[in-house]
């Protein structure tokens, strides 16, 4: 459990090497314009890299896009060397899915590092394949000696800063690599839909930010080839794909999936969309998320995504981790000062759905991956709020009431080890909830980390509702919004389960290996 920075395994870095070179013709330098269906070999080529997600102790998903139709076949092996295979048939890659697909890898070993190579064949003749990309993945151990240790970060090419050669791209996710966690968990904002990106930005000390430019980040995504277009933008990023061919992720949706502080119903007042029906927009941007993201509760079925966001993944008998998701089922955005409200943040069926899968729940800890925070006030305009939070210190009303149901039954229940991780306020902090400094006392103790931004602006600290006594430990945030990375360090988050003790260590993380807050949590407890 110490700070140091572990290097990859030598059979990870020749994995991640050759990774790399089967996706050489994406490049900071050449830009969007060098896209992979100008290959001009006849062969399918997936110079988008591999992804994996969802990763269990016995199975996972890998992800590929192809430049052109291609029957996606997967090889997964014990070594590097591939001496012996097993073989995975995936789906048929086409324009109907923007030629990506996801294949479902089960029967794996638990505990074991294994190796995989994606190949893509012609589906008029199988002979004709591409050159294989190759990754690497952990999978989640049947003993609980073995510990687990993960990062979180989210918000990745918001506010205009997209990838910038000058600085190397996105810097962070190859700082991340080199810590060789079990997986990542992205905890939302993981495109930015609604903001585009320009060729060039001047900071106020006069620098000049450049970026790499496509033309789907040119404007606010509306259709479901310029949603698809976001994803395929931080693709584009080499340090991107080289993490993704090294560590498995667990990933969520926040509201720039789609569009800044959105909701069910929503109907736009903004001169930028010609589409002015947010759920015509949400299900464009559902639809491309499914395509680009492997998640195991969304699956692609004839061109459309079905299945939902929520989920637990469940990472051995050390953790489980319970995505949320607090955008598809919420109410519309408002003070929040209302006395009764069933369906809050999370939508009255995913809050039992929650209840449920928790009291069955026998992992030692218990993530509650979030993608907005608790007790931080997040205002959508001048008078309503966009997360839980309405900045009233008094009893819970709006959204407040279904976080207190919520926290009233894990006490009730007994359920111990609950932590809280979640990003989007662009700064990152540790609070710690207590019931003798809350409005609500009907709780056991618990912390929240918040971690990021990963590849975006930086923002300085929200304000603190006190409804349920929040103490803000520890915080590092910028003092004006909207700083770039050449400017303010990027964050995210690691957690450490030691397999011996059970203790889980919490470390906030700066760009540049610093260490800036630190806390042990004890195994077994209903509070901290």
Same mark, same amino acid.
């Given at each position: ?10 059979? +990870? +870095? ?22 992979? /269906? ?48 097993? +073989? ?25 590092? %294994? ?26 151990? /049947? ?28 810097? /962070? @996710? ?17 495109? @930015?839909?609604?903001?585009? %990106? ?46 993704? $061919? ?16 959105? @909701?069910?119903? !929503? %109907? ?19 639809? $491309? ?60 069926? !995913? ?57 009233? &039954? ?12 979640? $990003? ?6 540790? !609070? ?6 809350? $409005? ?5 103790? &618990? ?11 930086? &923002?300085? /600290? ?29 964050? &995210? ?36």
């Amino acid at each position: 459990m110490s700070d140091r920075i572990p290097g990859p395994s030598p059979d +990870r +870095r020749s994995v991640l090497c050759g990774s790399l070179a089967a996706s050489a013709a994406l490049t900071l330098g050449g830009g969007a314009a060098a896209a992979p /269906a100008l290959a001009l070999s006849g062969r399918p080529r997936a110079a988008w890299g591999v992804q994996t997600g969802d990763v269990t102790a016995s199975s996972g998903l890998v992800w590929v896009r192809s430049d052109r139709p291609a029957r996606m076949i997967v090889e997964t092996s014990a070594s590097a060397s591939f001496r012996r295979v097993h +073989r995975h048939h995936g789906p048929l890659l086409g324009a109907g899915s923007d030629f990506t697909g996801t294949t479902a890898l089960r029967g794996l070993p638990a505990g074991e590092q %294994i190796h995989y190579r994606v190949t893509l064949a012609d589906p008029d003749d199988p002979r004709r394949t591409g050159e294989p990309v190759l990754g690497t993945f952990r999978t989640a151990p /049947a003993r609980r000696r073995d510990g687990v240790r993960f990062l979180w970060s989210g918000d990745i090419a918001g506010q205009g800063w997209g990838i910038n050669p000058d600085i190397g791209g996105f810097r /962070a @996710y190859e700082e991340m690599r080199r810590l060789d966690p079990d997986f990542f968990l992205c905890s939302g904002d993981t495109i @930015y839909a609604d903001g585009p %990106i320009q060729p060039s930005v001047t900071l106020p000390d006069g620098r000049i930010w450049r970026n790499v430019t496509t033309p789907e980040k040119s404007k606010v995504a509306e259709t479901l080839d310029e949603y698809r277009g976001n994803f395929r933008y931080n693709l584009l990023d080499h340090h991107v794909r080289a993490f993704n $061919a090294q560590v498995p992720s667990i990933v969520q949706w926040d509201d720039h999936e789609v569009r800044n502080n959105w @909701y069910p119903g !929503q %109907i736009l007042d903004d001169v930028r969309y010609t589409v002015k029906d947010v759920d015509v927009l949400a299900a464009r941007a559902s639809r $491309a998320f499914a395509e680009y993201v492997p998640v195991s509760t969304l699956h692609a079925r004839g061109g459309a995504a079905e299945g939902r966001m929520h989920r637990v993944v469940r990472y051995g008998p050390l953790l489980d981790v319970f995505v949320l998701d607090m955008r598809s089922y919420r109410n519309a955005n408002s003070p929040g000062r209302q006395s009764e409200d069933t369906t809050g943040i999370l939508g009255a069926e !995913q809050l039992a759905w929650l209840k449920r899968e928790l009291g069955r729940s026998r992992a030692v800890w218990k993530v509650l991956a979030a993608d907005m925070p608790l007790g931080l006030v997040v205002p959508d305009g001048a008078t309503n709020v966009e997360a839980i939070a309405q900045g009233d210190p008094g009893a819970p009303l709006g959204r407040e009431l279904q976080i207190a149901e919520l926290l009233r &039954f894990i006490k009730h229940r007994r359920i111990t080890g609950t932590v809280w991780l979640t $990003a989007d306020v662009h700064h990152t902090s540790a !609070q710690h909830y207590a019931p003798e400094r809350a $409005a609500f006392q009907d709780f056991a103790p &618990f912390w929240e980390f918040v971690s990021g931004p990963l590849a975006a602006g930086g &923002f300085p /600290a929200s304000a603190l509702d006190a409804t349920f006594g929040p103490e803000r430990v520890f915080v590092r945030a910028p003092e004006r919004a909207n700083l770039s990375p050449m400017e303010s360090p990027q964050y &995210f988050g690691e957690v450490d389960i030691d397999g011996g003790s059970g203790e889980l260590t919490v470390r906030l993380r700066a760009e540049g290996g610093t260490v800036l807050f630190s806390k042990v949590l004890q195994p077994g407890r209903i509070g901290q």
